[in-house]
């Protein structure tokens, strides 16, 4: 069915990537904060409001603990807001401020409003301290804050071993498959049927690890060992930066070699519990692995930083996974409706297990508002045996909503570039 030259599955798009991303960004939020107020829970902390994203709520509920839940209309985050917290950042409150300085009790992010720096605030009484987060001990605090971003590897580790146990993960033989003319690999001397072996002294495995190595190699040189007809070859190779797609048709920029895997050499391998998790944990150390090296290489300039992406390109790939299954062009023979919704849900459940490693990692990062950058307050205070100073936290804060909001900008922007090429 066509509309004005409008295919009914164009239509829809829009709909199923907005769905979509919000199902997986409220998913992943939840959890983050959920990380948050379980550990604030269990150690006496009265959790005041728990909200999955940000706005006027539309939905609020209030539990029999006196936490107030809120649904809000804008789901790019969320945030659990503790007693004696001014804001959702947990920057203490004026009346814990100077209860804190009246009794020399070390408080964490404390910044009065602008204008209250004077203003006398009531006093707390012993009951209300005790379930104050900004009283707790320093282990508690940076407890309860460290809880987020672990939970969200929690979650990617559970994801990866659930995906291990059900469907098997794909290994790949290190076996060349096809070898692409005018390549950096074709022009080395690679042929089809080669045994990969070794690449810079580093045994190779599986055709995947290959992948890792080429995209954070930076275009220096790589000397393979190889195996072909029951001979060792050593074959020098430096990849290019082409243009390139990624798994769902996107224009991307990447280093190269030109060689495909072996597909009769793939081999699905179902795990059990316990083995499925250590291979979950294995992954979430590789995402993790991956997402620093190619930060470094970007920081360098080995890479460029327009690869970046944000919350856009986020949207766009839960949208492209969903309907990754649905994508005919993909089969020789068309399967099942039902096989093509499975194919689509693994394909969405292993992007929020990589989504949830990057929201946990990029929140340990040590920016004033973010967790990590409580942490590194925490760090100081353990250090020199009190917290920074309210005047330097403050400035700190700042200066992470400046940081913050310019990353979120530059991104946007990547996004909104790289939407327009591909529109092109």
Same mark, same amino acid.
């Not at 030259?5 to 709909?15: C, D, H, M, Q, R």
């Given at each position: ?44 902390v ?5 909200s ?18 809120r ?56 009951? =209300? @301290? ?6 707790k001990? #320093?282990?508690?605090? /940076?407890?309860?804050?460290? %809880?987020?971003? *672990? ?15 059900g ?68 074959i ?6 082409v243009?390139?797609? =990624? @798994? ?7 280093w #190269?070699?030109?060689? /495909?895997?072996?597909?009769? %050499?793939?081999? *699905?391998k179902?795990?059990g ?57 993909a ?18 459940i ?19 508002v ?11 205070e ?5 917290p ?37």
């Amino acid at each position: 069915m066509e509309v004005a030259g409008i295919s009914a599955a164009s239509i829809l798009v829009l709909p199923i990537t907005l769905i979509a991303f919000a199902i997986l960004l409220m998913v992943i939020v939840f959890i983050h904060e959920y990380g948050h107020f379980s550990v604030a829970r269990l150690l006496g902390v009265r959790v005041e409001v728990f909200s999955i994203g940000f706005g006027k709520p539309f939905l609020k509920w209030v539990d029999k603990k006196g936490t107030e839940w809120r649904l809000a209309p804008w789901p790019l985050g969320g945030y659990v807001k503790f007693f004696g917290d001014l804001n959702p950042a947990s920057q203490a409150s004026p009346e814990v401020t100077d209860e804190a300085q009246d009794d020399a009790k070390p408080v964490t992010t404390q910044f009065p409003r602008p204008g209250q720096e004077d203003e006398i605030a009531q006093t707390m009484s012993a009951e =209300d @301290r005790k379930v104050c987060f900004h009283f707790k001990p #320093l282990w508690a605090r /940076a407890a309860i804050v460290a %809880a987020g971003p *672990f939970a969200n590897f929690i979650l990617a580790i559970a994801i990866f071993t659930g995906l291990f146990m059900g469907f098997g993960r794909s290994i790949l033989e290190p076996v060349i498959g096809a070898v692409s003319e005018d390549s950096a690999a074709y022009e080395a001397g690679f042929e089809p049927g080669d045994l990969l072996l070794s690449v810079n002294g580093r045994e190779i495995s599986q055709f995947n690890q290959l992948y890792d190595r080429v995209l954070l190699g930076g275009g220096e040189e790589m000397v393979f060992e190889i195996e072909r007809g029951g001979n060792q070859l050593t074959i020098p190779v430096t990849p290019r930066r082409v243009e390139d797609t =990624d @798994r769902y048709g996107n224009p991307i920029e990447r280093w #190269l070699l030109g060689i /495909a895997p072996d597909g009769n %050499a793939v081999e *699905f391998k179902k795990y059990g519990f316990f083995a499925a998790m250590r291979e979950g944990v294995v992954e979430v150390n590789r995402v993790l692995s991956m997402t620093i090296k190619y930060l470094g290489k970007i920081i360098t300039g080995k890479e460029n930083a327009e690869q970046l992406s944000g919350p856009i390109k986020m949207a766009q790939f839960a949208g492209q996974s969903v309907m990754s299954g649905f994508d005919d062009s993909a089969y020789s023979e068309p399967p099942s409706f039902w096989t093509k919704l499975k194919v689509s849900l693994v394909d969405f459940i292993s992007l929020a297990a990589v989504v949830s490693v990057s929201i946990g990692f990029l929140n340990l990062l040590p920016v004033p508002v973010l967790d990590g950058g409580h942490l590194l307050y925490y760090g100081y205070e353990a250090i020199a045996g009190k917290p920074l100073g309210v005047r330097a936290q403050a400035i700190g804060f700042r200066v992470g909503i400046v940081l913050l909001a310019s990353l979120m900008i530059f991104v946007t922007w990547n996004d909104i570039n790289n939407l327009l090429h591909s529109l092109s």
